[in-house]
T-cell receptor, first 110, second 111 residues
Framework: KNEVEQSPQNLTAQEGEFITINCSYS?????LHWLQQHPGGGIVSLFMLSSGKKKHGRLIATINIQEKHSSLHITASHPRDSAVYIC????????????FGKGTKLSVIP | EAQVTQNPRYLITVTGKKLTVTCSQNMNHEYMSWYRQDPGLGLRQIYYSMNVEVTDKGDVPEGYKVSRKEKRNFPLILESPSPNQTSLYFC??????????FGDGTRLSIL
């Protein structure tokens, strides 16, 4: 079974700061997801990666398959970015089972 | 509007009384899945479905059943609920076998 570790667990940043959230996993994967869970509980899918880098607005996600590591970056952070960010991995080509990290709670202060 | 709709949103019930949480999507997605979220444990996948009549177990399938008789619906069935199934449940749908759209969640309390 894949172990998924996120760091940090909690992160407080000042508005405008560059933020990095990390995700490491123990077994080779076929895909990795980044999700955002708002304070009200709703979940939004941000990215799915199998290699390289993806960018959407101020969000950038990267993955290093050899090092079994992914990062989610937020540039010019804003209080509306305050949420829990969750990493999930899909292990193996024939399986669509997902294993989740426990999440990183981000608070951006004005 | 693209939507994943779960019902009910909240339910308090008693041990052993069968219940069904419905999930419906209007995007013609082939992939649908169920998750539970618990404090300290995070999200865990219960079941997923890659198409009509095709379902498979996630990490924590014990005590749950699902069915996928039509593309738009993926109900979660608790035949004999127990207190350890008290949780926040999410349904999701997507293309390319990935969750892209999530429902608003169902908070279940089993006494």
């Amino acid at each position: 079974k894949n172990e998924v570790e996120q760091s940090p667990q909690n992160l407080t940043a000042q508005e405008g700061e560059f933020i990095t959230i990390n995700c490491s996993y123990s077994v080779g994967i076929s895909a990795l997801h980044w999700l955002q869970q708002h304070p009200g509980g709703g979940i939004v899918s941000l990215f799915m990666l199998s290699s390289g880098k993806k960018k959407h607005g101020r969000l950038i996600a990267t993955i290093n398959i050899q090092e079994k590591h992914s990062s989610l970056h937020i540039t010019a952070s804003h209080p509306r970015d305050s949420a829990v960010y969750i990493c999930a991995v899909r292990t193996g080509a024939g399986s669509y089972q997902l294993t989740f990290g426990k999440g990183t709670k981000l608070s951006v202060i004005p | 509007e693209a939507q994943v709709t779960q019902n009910p949103r909240y339910l308090i019930t008693v041990t052993g009384k069968k219940l069904t949480v419905t999930c419906s999507q209007n995007m013609n997605h082939e992939y649908m899945s169920w998750y539970r979220q618990d404090p300290g444990l995070g999200l865990r996948q219960i079941y997923y479905s890659m198409n009509v009549e095709v379902t498979d177990k996630g990490d924590v399938p014990e005590g749950y059943k699902v069915s996928r008789k039509e593309k738009r619906n993926f109900p979660l069935i608790l035949e004999s609920p127990s207190p350890n199934q008290t949780s926040l449940y999410f349904c999701a749908s997507g293309v390319n076998n990935q969750p892209q759209h999530f429902g608003d969640g169902t908070r279940l309390s089993i006494l």
